[in-house]
Structures are given as C-alpha cells and as structure tokens.
C-alpha cells in the first residue's frame, strides 16, 4: 500500500451522494452509519460522527468508508484509514487505501490476487 491520492478521492467521492462509515464496537461487532465527509489536508473530515462511532473509533481506530455505486454496474468507493475518535466535533481519519471497486465482468486468472475489478487510488 502506498500513499493514498486524496485529491483524487474527493474528486471520486464528489459523484456519490454519501458514504457509509464502517467502525467496530468494543464487543467486535461492525457498526455501520451514513455519512458526508469532506476532504482536505490529505485527511478525510467525518462532520457530525455519532457519539457511538467516535467511541468505536477511539477503542479500534481502524475504519472504513465505502460510498456505494449508483447502480449495479458502477464502482463501489472504499477507503481504509485510521480515525482519531478523540474530537466531539469531527472524526478524522487518515488513508492507509483507497480503491474503486466493483465485481469482475470475467472472472480473472487463479492466483491473480483480486479477482474483482480493483482500481487503486
């Protein structure tokens, strides 16, 4: 994984009309909620996080964003990062990956790592 492209994130990001954002609870379940983040400073901005995914954030900082496709031929947008669950007003997370991605229209060689139609950001 190298370092993540986040200005063409946003440009990506800008075709969706939200994203859901995907924590882990202490008890390790998945706790998912939809979100508007923004970018800047190669960082991506969750304004008006919920109290329970800044509390996740916090217990297990790694997250992800996926703003899913408008139909079901289009990429699914997925960001990996680390959250800092500590600010009330925000919840900042740092890129760690960013693909776009959507199921393969022919299945790809065995071996071939992702099998899916991956397109690195």
Do not use: K
Not at 31 to 50: I, K, L, N
Request: hydrophobic content about 45%; glycine content about 8%; some cysteine.
């Amino acid at each position: 994984m190298g370092t993540v492209d986040i200005d063409a994130v946003a440009e990506h990001a800008g075709a969706y009309g939200f994203a859901y954002l995907i924590t882990i609870t202490p008890h390790q379940r998945v706790h998912t909620s939809v979100v508007h983040p923004e970018f800047t400073d190669h960082v991506v901005t969750v304004p008006g996080a919920s109290d329970r995914a800044r509390t996740n954030a916090a217990a297990h900082a790694d997250v992800s964003l996926v703003w899913p496709p408008a139909d079901e031929t289009g990429y699914s947008l997925i960001v990996d990062g680390i959250a800092d669950g500590q600010n009330a007003a925000a919840l900042r997370i740092v890129p760690s990956r960013a693909i776009l991605h959507r199921p393969a229209v022919e299945p790809g060689p065995a071996g071939a790592g992702c099998v899916q139609d991956c397109i690195e950001l």
